[in-house]
């Protein structure tokens, strides 16, 4: 049956992840403004909020499917201008070592919080264009190249490094290799400063004649397929992992959108702008229209992540779905924060408020995990049943 | 807990009227929208199909199955997909039914369910709109007086749907001392009443086979019992809600359409040597078209499940609607650049549904999820 209600579990676990997102609060503007810092493993506050994981335990039948609510767990904390109060002890690689790596890999390396590195200075959203290569000598990997904008980068234990092992082979000679920090070869360029999301640390790594063991190859197949179209085993893998991490993106974005909505609709309220349902076009001012189009705005978007996300749950295909999901949440992340600021005028250029911050911190939404247009031309293929190679 | 699924029954009613749209609706849609009139056998054909008392109380005579607004938005999107003005004819008498089983007292419901519990094909409709372009349900001018037996209404209604064919409709006018929508209350008025007066409207850009008709109440003489609901009449709210659900089901149905008939062509076509659909201009417009109808159809679902859980009278629907009156007519309106100057003859249906689209889009009373 269709149904778009919570059940009381899972309103009271967003609650607490309210409650917990609004003690992060006061640290926002501090590590805005302190991005050479980086956040501890724990605030004090942690303490007052065990772990989601502990808190969320499903009634099969009554309560939403557990990847739906971190969906909605994840729009809600970011619906709050704050920082995370512990940090995750995983990062993208894991998930990318998850979904290609070896059962003895994940076992090695799953408990350690490994970055994801593969744009470059001259290839980001045309992955298959990546420099870094990987040359096999003895029973040793060779890495080359420079990557930037790695996600938690600088806190990282070791990364996650895509590398070709045959440029004439395109995506197919694309593999990646785990890379532990300490490795001889490998440096920590610099840490980026960047627009928003300043507590969350982006690094630029270089690797130079970088050895690693032949067993640090994510998948262990070594093997070059012929066909461009196929793509390896860990380049597909990765892919993959987009299903679940683009709706859970999206949803981010979604959240800044949400804040920015929330904060512009309260603090407008509080002066006596309202709007009102039963009015009628000719009775709203410009400013309650907004209003009422940016809440069906960031209503639409979190509807197209529900859906996906619904979809993951059952297990069924949601390719074509996650893309969507990222694309709305990519478009809601930019107009959202920019319309509450319309609507509350000069003074959401303060400080004073977070509507700013939002607008900054979301904006990378539309960028990371494949840029709006990327989803475009990820869509468009499955619409028109075009391959990669065909529409570009 | 939240879910996508539908049930086994909804699912039967939409493959079923997907396949009336294409094959029934669909080829007629062309001399409808010329000739501004549905046939009459397309519209019997679908009222054999029980539409219409799907959701009538046994009591009544109907169907019995519980009234969704849920699945008459899947039935409106599944039939507007083959063409929304013989859609919303096949549909207009959810105008008056839909608010009676909703609001209307047991007397009322006794009185007139029945009627279209039948094999034989009747029309009703609501009389909404109103002759001021500032016109909106709280602003209702047409007035509703008590008198000694009962109510005198007068005014104008525009627009009204098959309105010279109804022989039954709901008139919205003011009827209480009370500021804006409160005061608004749906009256039952047959159409043979003394002081009523059907005519045709001038035409519309869409949805033709509608027949619009003007409707005038000069002092129309209404029994006491004609306020829809007991007492002091119900609360329309609800009844505002279902038509901006039915229209934007319509609307994503539509919407499907010139996306589903706009991919095929796309790829066909060929310019500076290579098919248009794999530029990314025209690529990236039909990825568009397709991420919004996806997001439209979850509004509409979404307002369409508060309604029926009774959770949200009001708010969620004009969401939806809002929602969707800006995608879909974008829809219908870029369907018609990728086919080009073809989009604008009238040998496709791009531009009847670039009219359509904008009839749905702005008239508030098509069809009552």
């Known amino acids: 049956m269709v149904d778009f209600t919570l059940s009381d579990n899972d309103k009271d676990i967003l609650e607490s992840v309210a409650a917990e997102a609004k003690a992060g609060e006061k640290y926002a503007r501090y590590y805005d403004e302190h991005e050479d810092e980086t956040l501890p493993k724990a605030f004090p506050e942690a303490k007052a909020f065990p772990s989601i994981l502990e808190r969320i335990r499903r009634q099969p039948g009554n309560d939403t499917a557990p990847f739906i609510m971190q969906m909605l767990i994840k729009l809600e904390r970011e619906a709050h201008n704050g920082v995370p109060l512990r940090q995750a002890p995983a990062a993208l690689g894991n998930a990318a070592l998850n979904a290609a790596g070896t ?3 994940k076992t090695r390396w799953g408990h350690l919080m490994l970055a994801m590195s593969i744009t470059e200075p001259g290839a980001g959203s045309d992955t298959k264009a990546i420099q870094t290569s990987a040359r096999l000598d003895g029973d040793e990997w060779v890495l080359n190249g420079d990557k930037i904008f790695v996600t938690n980068g600088v806190r990282c234990a070791g990364t996650i490094v895509w590398a070709t092992v045959s440029k004439s082979a395109g995506r197919g000679g694309i593999k990646s290799f785990l890379v532990l920090k300490g490795t001889p070869g490998f440096e920590l360029v610099r840490k980026e400063k960047k627009l928003g999301i300043r507590s969350s640390d982006t690094a630029a790594y270089a690797f130079r004649d970088c050895r690693v063991p032949r067993d640090h190859l994510i998948g262990g197949d070594e093997s070059v397929p012929r066909h461009d179209g196929e793509g390896s085993a860990s380049y597909k893998g990765v892919l993959k992992t987009f299903n679940t991490t683009r709706p859970t993106v999206a949803a981010g974005g979604i959240g800044k959108a949400l804040g920015a909505f929330r904060y512009a609709r309260d603090r407008l309220a509080e002066e006596g702008v309202v709007v009102c349902w039963d009015d009628g076009r000719c009775d709203r001012s410009s400013v309650e229209q907004t209003l009422v189009e940016l809440e069906a705005d960031i209503e639409a978007a979190t509807l197209t992540v529900l859906r996906a996300a619904w979809l993951a749950s059952r297990g069924q295909s949601n390719n074509l779905e996650a893309s969507v999901a990222k ?11 920019q319309r509450a600021m319309e609507v509350l005028g000069a003074m959401s250029l303060s400080h004073d408020h977070p509507v700013e911050q939002y607008l900054r911190d979301g904006r990378i939404t539309d960028i990371y995990e494949g840029t709006g247009q990327i989803q475009r031309l990820v869509i468009a293929r499955a619409i028109l049943g075009y391959s990669s190679a065909e529409l570009t | 807990m939240i879910s996508f699924e539908l049930s086994e029954e909804q699912s039967q009613v939409c493959d079923m009227l997907s396949g009336f749209a294409t094959n029934e609706l669909a080829p007629r849609a062309r001399e409808a929208d010329e000739t501004y009139a549905a046939p009459a056998n397309v519209l019997d054909a679908a009222w054999s199909l029980g539409l219409i008392g799907l959701a009538i109380p046994e009591a009544y005579g109907g169907g019995g199955t519980p009234r969704s607004a849920l699945t008459n938005a899947l039935m409106l999107e599944a039939m507007g997909y083959g063409c929304a003005g013989l859609a919303a004819a096949a549909f207009v008498s959810s105008l008056f039914v839909n608010p009676l089983i909703d609001l209307g007292s047991e007397e009322q419901k006794l009185r007139h369910l029945p009627d279209f519990c039948g094999e034989e094909r009747r029309v009703a409709t609501l009389a909404l709109h109103e002759t001021a372009f500032a016109f909106d349900p709280a602003r209702t001018t047409t007035r509703a007086e008590r008198d000694r037996s009962g109510w005198r209404i007068t005014g104008t209604k525009r627009l009204v749907p098959m309105g010279g064919e109804a022989d039954n409709m709901l008139v919205v006018a003011r009827a209480l001392d009370m ?5 608004i209350r749906a009256f039952i008025v047959p159409p043979d009443a003394s002081g009523v007066t059907v005519t045709p409207e001038s035409g519309s850009i869409g949805l033709t086979p509608m027949g619009f008709s003007r409707v005038e109440l000069a002092e129309v003489a209404l029994p006491t019992n004609s306020i829809l609901g007991e007492g002091d009449g119900a609360d329309i709210r609800p009844l505002l809600a279902s038509l901006r659900i039915g229209g934007a089901a319509l609307a994503v149905g539509l919407s499907r359409a010139v996306t589903d008939f706009a991919i095929p062509y796309a790829k066909e076509r060929v310019a500076f040597g290579e098919p248009i659909a794999k ?10 078209m397709h991420i919004e109808c996806d997001a439209m159809r979850w509004m509409v679902w979404k307002a369409a499940a508060a309604f029926d859980t009774g959770s949200d009278i009001s708010k969620a629907a004009i969401l939806a609607q809002n929602y969707v009156n800006r995608r879909a007519v974008r829809i219908a309106d870029d369907g ?9 003859i009238r040998d496709l249906p791009l531009e009847m549904w670039l009219r359509n689209a904008r009839a749905l889009t702005i008239h508030n009373a098509l069809a009552a999820a």
């Open chain 2, 279 to 288: 530029k990314q201009s025209i690529a990236f417009m039909l990825a568009d």
């Open chain 2, 179 to 183: 500021p804006g929508i409160d005061g």
């Open chain 1, 103 to 105: 059962q003895d890999q």
């Open chain 1, 327 to 337: 694309a709305k949440g990519g478009e809601i992340c930019r107009s959202g924060p």
């Open chain 2, 336 to 344: 018609l650049q990728i086919f080009g100057g073809h989009g604008y």
